[in-house]
């Protein structure tokens, strides 16, 4: 694998950066400087890469993880191999300088008896023997390739295999159940974690109602865990795909709970969900300049820096916001023909969408402009790696804003969100993908969304069938060896996604632990053990029953298309009002999964009253919880003393004595 890597903290290089179409994302949470990292197999494509960020910034890039020698003239540069020079065989290209290479004829193995040192692995993750850089890697999307492993006894004959089996941070419960997945992996050697520890609980595995409940639950727990004097830098969300921290963030933000995501941008600070605000705005407030310059070109639409300077100026010169400018300037012929075509036919869009506004529903405006904008059709055609998340995060925005009545009511809410400023220095709960988990640990870790489709997620088995299931495999892994003293799976038998109700099945990777290790808390209406493989240990559940699949389900979380099983019928992309009718189904290459409505758990459901009914939606954020009164007096940590003149559930509108009036969350005021 090869690698362009990039930090650092200067606004003009990043937005260079961001124009070369390269994820910039920041470097440390709470920091203001940002780091690009772009990795690919094929060298050729890396140095063009390279090529391309030195022709527009001007920067000066160091070869510094390559087989060979320094380059000379260069002082300060190493040589770093990306792989042990002990795997290098005949026949093997080694690049060099220049872009050339050599090939490996032959080679001669000579024994060395020396010393390796681990420099502060916590951090880096690097180790150096004799001068070597060797960098430590277990997720495939980063060039870990399992069969380096799988073939070591073969490449390396005579080679001593020490495993490295005692763990001193985890409790037995947590290591058996974590031992008990792994296992099912084909693609590994045989390791069992053990401690000598003798406490901890069980892992608990929690069935809920919705996605929302699972969102209350998780708070209201981290909320119990902080009373109880639990540190809250010892407490992690780790889920599976990046669009599912915006739950949690919102019920972090109303319970007054400081929180961080580690490895990337708080929900509403990332790219695509700024942009798509962008064009809210724009179409609610048409003087917002900032928005408009943000989004009159993106995508790109042929409306260029000339034709840009042109606004501006005309803006400044009558004192007007940049739309109403830009509409003025396209009826002149102050503009090339060509451009001014390109830029009044986006300004006819902006036109379309305000008639739209005032009759449609917000949710469905904010389909039409990301549709009709190109928005959404520009992350589909793109081939960066991180474009697929970025299309989940759009449809999660979605979603949340059919918690809002209103499109001012949803900006008003994220202008809330935007401005509480986080005290870096305070203790805080995590938030992270699995991704981002690797090496690090905590006291609690609570495990959201493990649900088939979602965990392991469709499109890793879509795109590498088995070997993507047992990837999937080794991050739940990785989530449940994260905890040190306490771990908790839930998952969810609704998911309201992209404006739906969809039925979902409980991760097989539920049915996989150990129930000795195992605490089940889940409804009988709600879960039902996939399978059935343990039923007696688990009062008999069963949620469908076993179909005739033979593929894992076609598409993206919450389709699926594999056969019936005791519901006899093909699955489809779910219910969109709870249960009934035909049902998600999820297969592997022997059997599949079925939620259809004739099973066993569909029967349960009927039975406790809970058949074809849509899930309540609880608007929790506007629920009062507090006893602050008109009138009274209060303190807010960034606009200082205020009064309160208006109060609707949580959000409280006070008049600050410096700061004017705002609107803020109850629970980021103290009475003073």
């Not at 990301?370 to 081939?383: A, N, R």
């Not at 019936?564 to 290459?589: C, H, I, L, V």
Request: glycine share 12%.
């Amino acid at each position: 694998m090869h690698r362009v890597s990039i930090v650092g903290n200067d606004p003009d290089l990043r937005r260079k950066l961001d124009g070369l179409g390269l994820s910039v994302r920041s470097a440390k949470a709470g920091s203001g400087s940002f780091r690009v990292e772009t990795v690919n197999r094929d060298y050729a494509v890396v140095a063009a890469i390279a090529d391309d960020i030195r022709r527009a910034t001007g920067a000066e890039i160091h070869r510094q993880a390559r087989l060979g020698e320094a380059d000379e003239g260069a002082p300060g540069t190493v040589s770093l191999p990306l792989r042990p020079a002990g795997m290098v065989l005949p026949g093997m290209s080694m690049f060099r300088p220049g872009h050339g290479y050599d090939i490996v004829r032959s080679v001669e193995r000579i024994d060395l008896e020396d010393e390796v040192f681990d420099l502060d692995v916590f951090p880096t993750h690097n180790f150096i023997a004799e001068g070597i850089a060797t960098h430590n890697s277990i997720y495939g999307w980063r060039g870990a390739e399992v069969g380096n492993i799988l073939r070591f006894e073969k490449d390396f004959p005579g080679a001593k295999v020490i495993r490295l089996e005692r763990n001193y941070r985890s409790t037995p419960h947590i290591l058996g159940a974590a031992s008990g997945l792994i296992e099912r992996n084909e693609g590994r050697l045989g390791k069992t974690l053990w401690t000598d520890r003798n406490d901890g609980d069980r892992v608990v595995v929690r069935g809920l109602w919705d996605g929302d409940e699972e969102a209350r639950e998780i708070a209201s727990e981290v909320e119990a865990l902080q009373m109880k004097k639990h540190p809250l830098d010892e407490i992690a969300i780790l889920v599976r795909a990046g669009f599912q921290t915006r739950e949690f963030e919102e019920r972090f933000i109303t319970l007054g709970i400081p929180y961080r995501v580690v490895g990337g941008p708080r929900f509403y600070e990332r790219e695509e969900i700024r942009d798509a605000i962008a064009y809210l705005r724009v179409i609610h407030q048409p003087a917002d300049d900032l928005a408009f310059e943000r989004i009159i070109n993106k995508p790109a639409r042929g409306i260029g820096k000339t034709t840009l300077q042109s606004v501006h100026a005309a803006a400044r010169l009558e004192g007007l916001p940049l739309s109403i400018a830009a509409q003025r300037l396209v009826e002149t012929d102050e503009l090339k023909p060509a451009a001014r075509g390109k830029l009044r036919a986006a300004l006819d869009l902006f036109d379309r969408w305000r008639d739209l506004a005032a009759g449609a529903d917000h949710v469905e405006l904010t389909e039409t402009v990301l549709e009709e904008s190109g928005y959404t059709d520009f992350w589909q055609q793109s081939k960066k790696p991180e474009a697929q998340g970025k299309l989940e995060n759009l449809k999660e925005l979605l979603t949340g804003m059919e918690e809002f009545d209103d499109l001012p009511g949803f900006l008003e809410h994220v202008s809330l969100v935007m401005e509480i400023e986080q005290n870096t220095d305070l203790p805080m709960v995590s938030v992270m993908t699995l991704h981002a988990a690797k090496g690090l640990e905590f006291d609690t870790v609570f495990l959201p969304g493990w649900e088939e489709g979602l965990f392991p997620h469709q499109r890793a088995m879509d795109e590498s069938g088995l070997a993507g299931l047992e990837e999937e495999r080794r991050l739940a892994y990785v989530g449940i060896t994260r905890a040190k003293k306490r771990c908790e799976i839930s998952f969810a038998a609704n998911r309201r996604i992209h404006g739906s109700w969809q039925s979902a099945l409980p991760s097989r990777f539920i049915d996989e632990l150990p129930a000795d290790h195992i605490q089940m808390e889940a409804d009988r209406g709600v879960y039902g053990g996939i399978g059935g493989g343990r039923a007696e240990d688990r009062a008999a559940f069963t949620f469908g029953g076993y179909g005739g699949g033979n593929a894992y389900g076609g598409g993206s979380y919450g389709g699926g298309n594999a056969g019936g099983g005791y519901g006899s019928g093909a699955g489809t992309s779910g219910p969109k009002d709870g249960y009934g009718g035909t049902g998600a189904a999820y297969g592997n290459p022997a059997t599949a999964y079925s939620s259809q409505g004739g099973g066993p758990g569909w029967q349960r459901l009927k039975q406790r009253g809970l058949s074809s009914t849509r899930p309540p939606i609880i608007d929790a954020d506007r629920t009062q919880d507090h006893d602050f009164g008109e009138g009274e007096r209060v303190f807010h940590q960034k606009f200082g003393p205020g009064t309160i003149t208006d109060i609707n559930g949580d959000r409280l509108t006070i008049e600050f004595d410096k700061a004017g009036t705002k609107t803020v969350v109850a629970g980021f005021v103290e009475r003073g």
